[in-house]
Every structure is written in structure tokens, then in C-alpha cells.
């Protein structure tokens, strides 16, 4: 076998590594405390929703967070364009495939907005998203009189969350997202901006444009995900003190282990494959019985664990270099 094998086939394995291992520990700790269901049938519905709603969120901030762009009004976003995009479809009789394009519609002006405002105003990206999303969320108050949208009986729009519609739309989405972040001009520079803005922004990257166009994208994925949302519930109400801020608290993790599994494949994969690992987490913390308050605490610590972990993964690196520099002196003392 030759060396290219082997490397795609390492590579391969050590992207799969982390959800695998994941089922595994959950479905053996299920079924030794008598708790059998786990990662089976509607269970598994539920672990490949939640895969895609909350791996969807976390692609949308994955193509700002790198550039120090933290983007607070993930939630407000899916919010809006759910409850705007969602009593359009319905008002209009519109079917499946109006009620995703009506709300992805929503959710890339809103996007589109708040990178022009980033840009334009030239303030520190927390702090235009916060206000964002304050507005968002007054917007969606006061859109249908603070009734949010319901849609409960529209098994012709509702389509979203099941199987296998859900899986298409997130597999075209990445392809998409694949080819246009790896083999473009845009994809280059948003690769550039992220390894070193001033460099970048030096030899004449239009750092500008490139944030407008990812908060858009950001906005196509979670207009996604809010149609995903709707179709699982049903229903969405709005939300304000910030509370849409809950809709991104299942992001973190998928994006620091895609950040790690990028170097052995894609970005986006390896976004997935975290949000993967998350599913199982929280399916298994479920069927064990915990509340969600321990959960809340569990997923808390396991995120601050692998975050303490990647930022010190460098630190592995060097005490092997280090170990491996001292057994070819060792080696060379030998033969002298």
C-alpha cells in the first residue's frame, strides 16, 4: 500500500475518530446501567437532527469566529428569519421548497446586514453584534403582534427535520461550502485573512468585502437551520434580554473539534463530525437520566477540557520533537 493510502486512510480515521468513539463509550455505559435505547432508532433520528440543526450554527460562526469576528446575533437571526420568513410561506400557501427560500431569503438580509454594519462602522464586532441582535430580537416582538409564528399541521412545508430531506439540503450546503472555501479566489483570501490579516489586508485583500460576504453565508446557513428548527417543533416565539443568545451555546464544541480534526480533513467535515460527537453527548446525558442543569454543567466542562487540551496540543508536539532529538544524540554518543 502505498504512502498516499496510507495517509488518506489516517486521515480518515482520525476525522471519524471522535463521534465513533463517542457512540461507543455512550452505547456501552447505556446498556451496562440499564438504560438499552441508545443510538437506536428514533433515538438516532434525534442524534442525526440535532448532528445537522446545531452543525449548521456552528459552520455559520466558523467562517467569522477565526477572524476575531464573534457574532452574537446567530440566535436573533434564526429567530427572525424564521418568524418573518415562516408567516410569509404560510401566508402565501407556499410549499416546502417556498417556506426554505423564504426563510434563507430572511436570514441572508439579515446577515448581509450586520456584516455592513461591521464594516461600516467601524466598532468592535461584539459590540455591533450585541446591538444587532437587541434590534432583531425588537423586530421579531413586534412582527405578527409578538406571536411568534406557528406552523403546527404544515406537513407539506415541515419537511426539514426529517429524513432524508434534512440530510440533502446540509450535504448540498457543504458541498458547496467545500468547493467555494477551498477552490476559489474567496476561499484563498478568507484562508489568508484568517492566517494573518494585516499580511493580508497588505498585499491587497479586500478584508472588508470578504467579512460582508461570510456573514451573508453565515446567514444562508442559519436560515437552514431555523427551517430545521420549525419543522422539529412546529412552532417558534421570539425572544428579548438577549435570550436568543441560547439558540449558539451548542456551537462551541462542535467548532474547537472541528478545529482540530481540520488538519486531517476539511473545515466543514470536521465541523460536522464535532457536532456529531455533541449529538451523541447529549443523547447519552438524556437517556442516563441527568437533568438539565447537570448536563448544562457536564457539556461545560467537557467543552473547557478540549479547550484546554487544543491549546496545549502544541505543547505534545515539542516534547516529542524534543524526545526525538534526544534518541538520535543518544544513538550518535553510541556509535562514537
Known amino acids: 500500500m502505498g504512502s498516499l493510502a496510507k495517509k488518506g486512510i489516517k486521515n480518515i480515521m482520525m476525522t471519524l475518530a471522535i463521534p465513533v468513539l463517542t457512540y461507543l463509550f455512550f452505547r456501552i455505559v447505556c446498556t451496562l446501567t440499564g438504560h438499552p435505547g441508545f443510538g437506536v432508532g428514533s433515538d438516532m433520528q434525534t442524534i442525526i437532527y440535532t448532528t445537522l440543526y446545531s452543525g449548521l450554527i456552528a459552520l455559520a460562526m466558523s467562517y467569522n469566529l477565526p477572524s476575531g469576528r464573534f457574532d452574537f446575533s446567530v440566535g436573533a437571526t434564526i429567530l427572525l428569519a424564521g418568524i418573518v420568513g415562516g408567516n410569509f410561506a404560510k401566508d402565501m400557501g407556499f410549499g416546502a421548497l417556498g417556506f ?71 450535504l448540498i450546503a457543504v458541498a458547496v461550502l467545500i468547493v467555494l472555501f477551498n477552490f476559489t479566489k474567496f476561499g484563498y483570501n478568507w484562508r489568508a485573512l484568517r492566517s494573518g490579516q494585516k499580511i493580508a489586508v497588505d498585499i491587497g485583500i479586500n478584508e472588508k468585502r470578504n467579512a460582508v460576504a461570510c456573514y451573508v453565508i453565515a446567514g444562508v446557513l442559519l436560515g437552514i437551520a431555523a427551517c430545521m428548527y420549525l419543522s422539529q417543533y412546529g412552532t417558534m416565539s421570539p425572544e428579548s434580554g438577549l435570550g436568543s443568545s441560547s439558540f449558539f451555546m451548542s456551537a462551541f464544541l462542535p467548532l474547537f473539534i472541528g478545529g482540530a480534526i481540520e488538519k486531517y480533513s476539511d473545515k466543514n467535515i470536521g465541523v460536522l463530525m464535532g457536532a456529531l460527537a455533541q449529538a451523541c453527548i447529549t443523547s447519552g446525558f438524556a437517556k442516563l437520566g441527568f437533568s438539565n442543569s447537570l448536563q448544562t454543567v457536564l457539556n461545560g466542562v467537557i467543552v473547557m477540557g478540549f479547550l484546554i487540551y487544543t491549546s496545549n496540543s502544541y505543547k505534545l508536539v515539542l516534547n516529542k520533537m524534543y524526545r526525538h532529538k534526544l534518541e538520535k544524540a543518544l544513538e550518535a554518543q553510541k556509535q562514537v
Open 100 to 170: 426554505l427560500v423564504s426563510v434563507v431569503v430572511i436570514a441572508m438580509i439579515c446577515g448581509l446586514i450586520s456584516g455592513l454594519l461591521y464594516v461600516l462602522l467601524g466598532l468592535p464586532p461584539m459590540v455591533v453584534s450585541i446591538g444587532v441582535t437587541m434590534v432583531y430580537e425588537a423586530i421579531g416582538l413586534m412582527y405578527n403582534k409578538s406571536k411568534g409564528v406557528k406552523l403546527i399541521g404544515k406537513n407539506d412545508m415541515l419537511i426539514f427535520s426529517k429524513l432524508p430531506y434534512s440530510l440533502i439540503v446540509v
